[in-house]
C-alpha cells in the first residue's frame, strides 16, 4: 500500500490550491481518504475525509465552505481543493487511509484511525 501526496506550494493568501493523493495497492476493501496538517510547532491537525463505500464526505470546521475533497476512482486518486486560504492554512499536509470498519465514521477525525499514511507536501499562504 502506498500514498503519494503532492500539488503543494507557496500561494498569497485568499488564493487557491489543489492537492492530489495518488493511491496503489489497496485491494477489496474500503478504505477511507483523508487528509491532515501539521503547523510548525503545532498537532497533527485533521481537515477532511472522503468514504471510500459511498463518497460521503467530511470537514473539519476550520475548512468547511473553503475545501472541497474529491475522487477519481479510475486514477486512484483523492484531491483536495483549498480556496480562499489563509497564512494559518500554512502547514505540511498528508494523506492517510482508514479501514471503513463498522461505525468508523464516527471517528473519521482521529489520527489513529488511519493506518496508512503518505508523505507530506508542504503548502505555504504568505504575501
Known amino acids: 500500500v502506498q500514498l503519494q501526496a503532492y500539488g503543494g506550494g507557496l500561494v498569497q493568501p485568499g488564493g487557491s490550491l489543489t492537492l492530489s493523493c495518488a493511491a496503489s495497492g489497496f485491494t477489496s476493501d474500503y478504505y477511507a481518504k483523508g487528509w491532515f496538517r501539521q503547523a510548525p510547532g503545532k498537532g497533527r491537525e485533521w481537515v477532511s475525509c472522503i468514504a471510500d463505500s459511498d463518497g460521503t464526505t467530511y470537514y473539519s470546521d476550520s475548512v468547511k465552505g473553503r475545501f472541497t475533497i474529491s475522487r477519481d476512482n479510475d486514477k486512484n486518486t483523492v484531491y483536495l481543493q483549498m480556496n480562499s486560504l489563509k497564512p494559518e492554512d500554512t502547514a505540511v499536509y498528508y494523506c492517510?487511509?482508514?479501514?471503513?470498519?463498522?461505525?468508523?465514521?464516527?471517528?473519521?477525525?482521529?489520527?489513529?484511525?488511519?493506518?496508512?499514511w503518505g508523505q507530506g507536501t508542504q503548502v505555504t499562504v504568505s504575501s
Open positions: 492517510a487511509a482508514a479501514y471503513e470498519g463498522s461505525s468508523w465514521h464516527r471517528r473519521v477525525s482521529g489520527s489513529s484511525e488511519y493506518e496508512y
